[in-house]
Structure formats: C-alpha cells, structure tokens
C-alpha cells in the first residue's frame, strides 16, 4: 500500500504565503514524478507544478515565478512554496505521484486526499 498524504493547507490573504508538504508512505521501491494539481469550485483539476526524481520541474504559467516545487527523495515527500498568492489559487490542491512499489515490477499513479487553500481578505 502507498499512502500521499498533504499538510499545510489554510487560509490566508491575498499577497500571502504558503508551503504544502505532501509525504508518500508505504511499500515504496522508487517514487518517480511527483506533482501538485489543483482543483477550483466547478472547474477542472489542473496540474501546478511537477518534480521529477532527478529534480527538474516544470510549472503551470498561471504560477510560475511565485511557487517552488521541491522535493527529499530520501523522505519520498515534496513541497510547494507558494508565494504572492492571489484569490484565483483558491482551491483544493492534491499531491500525485507515480511509484512503484517494493517487489512490483511496474509503476502506479497515486494520489493524495487533497488540502484545502483558501485566499482571501
């Protein structure tokens, strides 16, 4: 079994600051990309940013320059630093992460149960 789990959600206002943790737990062999999606009210989930296990990342437009993804390999978990927040990054976000598992063979897509993050005054 794997296990995403995210910390660091909350409320905060407009020009805030916030860092999500999300730490993969369970039978883990190697996490691979791992990535924070996000999802707004009535509208579809949407990649922020992903991190491969070698470091490279990669950004949605709408966040890049004011969040950082980054990533301990050592403790499967990843982070975003999320800078200059603006009331439009309101949503749930979810952490995602393809893994493969101890003694599988192949990889599998997880995800987390998602944090909620709230901008506003």
């Known amino acids: 079994q794997v296990q995403l789990v995210e910390s660091g959600g909350g409320l905060v206002q407009p020009g805030g600051s916030l860092i999500l943790s999300c730490a993969a737990s369970g039978s883990i062999f190697t996490a691979y990309t791992m990535a924070w999606y996000r999802q707004a009210p009535e509208k579809q989930r949407e990649l922020v940013a992903d991190?491969?296990?070698?470091?490279?990342?990669n950004y949605a437009d709408s966040v890049r320059g004011r969040f950082t993804i980054s990533r301990d390999n050592d403790k499967n978990t990843i982070y975003l630093q999320m800078n200059s927040l603006k009331p439009e990054d309101t949503a749930v976000y979810y952490c995602?992460?393809?893994?493969?598992?101890?003694?599988?063979?192949?990889?599998?897509?997880?995800w987390g149960q998602g944090t909620q993050v709230t901008v506003s005054s």
């Open positions: 991190i491969t296990s070698s470091g490279q990342t």
């Open positions: 995602n992460a393809d893994i493969r598992r101890l003694g599988v063979s192949n990889h599998y897509n997880y």
